[in-house]
């Protein structure tokens, strides 16, 4: 099984500021790999798939990179409704994995 | 614009078995989709629990394969989850979840319900 580490677990910074999340997998997924965001009380919503193409509706300044075992997601200006939750997905195998996901929280 | 709604009990007895459907509303369930089910427990992260195909074909987390079992019913357009032996550690958000056509990524998912297992 694959496993994802997400890292930091907990990020703090202000409104504005540029945001960069790391999703490292223990084997490689080559770019198969998502970014969610979920925000208190409701269900994750599709941003970044394979690896860094920006999901529909999503605003430009999410963009992902990485292939292999290392990925980023990056936020280049914060908003403040980009406070949330954020996890990784892969599939592999005919199996899904998530990451155990980061905290973004307003500094 | 596919929807998805769970239903079911929110209380479920330990060593019972937790049963769960999502209707599926703008879209049929016979497409090339595959149709999953994703835990969350109280406070934490997602948990993948396993997925359909419209043929009937499934894949299972192993961690849980011994106790789930999904299955469609094409008819009524929907999906359902069964969990035998329940414990407290059941206790989550349920969610089910449709991926894009011949895509691996969620790009639909139901608001989600929570399941207590307590006596």
């Known amino acids: 099984e694959i496993v994802l580490t997400q890292s930091p677990a907990t990020l703090s910074l202000s409104p504005g500021e540029r945001a960069t999340l790391s999703c490292r997998a223990s084997q490689s997924v080559s770019s198969y790999l998502a970014w969610y965001q979920q925000k208190p009380g409701q269900a994750p919503r599709l941003l970044i798939y394979?690896?860094?193409n920006r999901a529909t509706g999503i605003p430009a300044r999410f963009s992902g990179s990485g292939s292999g075992t290392d990925f980023t997601l990056t936020i280049s200006s914060l908003e403040p409704e980009d406070f949330a939750v954020y996890y990784c997905?892969?599939?592999?195998?005919?199996?899904?994995?998530f990451g155990q996901g980061t905290k973004l929280e307003i500094k | 614009q596919v929807q998805l709604q769970e239903s079911g009990p929110g209380l479920v007895k330990p060593s019972g078995t937790l049963s769960l459907t999502c209707a599926v509303s703008?879209?049929?369930?016979?497409?090339?989709?595959?149709w999953s089910w994703v835990r969350q427990p109280p406070g934490k992260g997602l948990e993948w629990i396993g997925e359909?195909?419209?043929?009937?074909?499934?894949n299972y987390n192993p961690s849980l394969k011994s106790r789930v079992t999904i299955s469609v019913d094409k008819s009524k357009n929907q999906f359902s989850l069964k969990l035998s032996s329940v414990t407290a550690a059941d206790t989550a958000v349920y969610y089910c979840?449709?991926?894009?056509?011949?895509?691996?990524?969620?790009?639909?998912w139901g608001q989600g319900t929570l399941v207590t297992v307590s006596s």
């Open positions: 703008g879209g049929s369930i016979s497409s090339s989709n595959w």
């Open positions: 979840a449709s991926k894009g056509t011949d895509s691996s990524w969620y790009v639909n």
């Open positions: 394979d690896a860094s």
């Open positions: 997905q892969q599939r592999s195998n005919w199996r899904d994995t």
């Open positions: 359909i195909y419209h043929s009937g074909s499934t």
